[in-house]
């Protein structure tokens, strides 16, 4: 769905990524890990078309992403969550999930297709529900990341760039983010490139695994093989 061949990526003299590729399949999960500085954020942030590459190929879907505006590749499907969430300050839970809800989709039977995603963040997430109609600067870093996540997934993109979705969370809701992350892959069928430093909670979901340090991929495997090895582990992941 998204390959990605030869990038790079320079922030005036520092060079961020040095010939990244990737393949991300149009389905499943795929964990992107490494060190502080690794070029993680850089990585989606190239892909979400908000920063230039200086050489490489983008492309989702067969067709080049490279000179695409941002708010292009959305259309095309892609969403993302940055780091820190992607909230608007100054709506409340319930705005900012609506600016970003599509307009209603009709099933094949004519009728509107099952409950509002909105609800369904609700549902997913009580904590959010409780604070509907406060401002997203007056939650708490954890509610705010919630509603970030919640408004990936009311945008019914076929492609998820989160940014360490888990951030700041206390450890029960780092697991409820990453079962949702997996449930809403497995009954949508998406596609999400998830950038974690929580390692291991990251690969309990993911399908495949790459390693980022220094710029560079120092693996790209299963998910299941890089939990395993406890030599890259100890060598890039501080364990
Ligand atoms: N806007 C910028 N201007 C200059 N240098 C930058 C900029 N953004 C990132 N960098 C540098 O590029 C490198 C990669 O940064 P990036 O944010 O992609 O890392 P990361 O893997 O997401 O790290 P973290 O785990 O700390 O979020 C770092 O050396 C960083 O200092
Ligand atoms: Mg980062």
Not at 155 to 170: I, N, T, V, Y
Not at 202 to 221: N, W
């Amino acid at each position: 769905m998204l390959e990605v061949e030869d990038l790079r990526v320079t922030y005036g003299g520092v060079t961020a990524l040095d010939g990244i590729k990737l393949s991300v399949p149009d389905k499943g999960i795929t964990a992107v890990l490494g060190p502080n500085g690794a070029g993680k954020s850089t990585l989606l942030k190239t892909i979400a078309g908000l920063v230039k590459p200086d050489a490489g190929r983008i492309s989702f879907r067969g067709a080049s992403l490279l000179g695409v505006a941002p708010e292009a590749i959305v259309r095309r499907g892609i969403s993302m969550v940055p780091e820190g969430g992607g909230v608007i300050r100054e709506l409340t839970v319930d705005e900012n999930l609506r600016v970003v809800q599509p307009k209603k989709r009709q099933g094949p039977d004519g009728k509107s297709a099952g409950k509002s995603g909105i609800d369904e963040v609700m549902e997913l997430f009580p904590p959010l529900a409780a604070r509907r109609h406060n401002a997203a600067h007056s939650l708490s870093g954890g509610e705010r990341q919630m509603l970030a996540v919640g408004r990936a997934l009311v945008s019914r993109a076929d492609l998820l760039l989160l940014d360490e979705p888990s951030l700041g969370l206390a450890p029960k809701f780092v697991t409820l983010i990453m079962q949702t992350v997996r449930k809403l892959c497995v009954e949508r069928n998406i596609s999400v490139l998830l950038v974690e430093q929580n390692a291991r909670s990251a690969l309990s979901i993911a399908d495949q695994a790459m390693l980022l340090s220094a710029g560079r991929t120092i693996a790209a495997r299963a998910a299941g093989d890089l939990a395993k090895n406890e030599e890259l582990w100890h060598a890039y992941l501080g364990y």
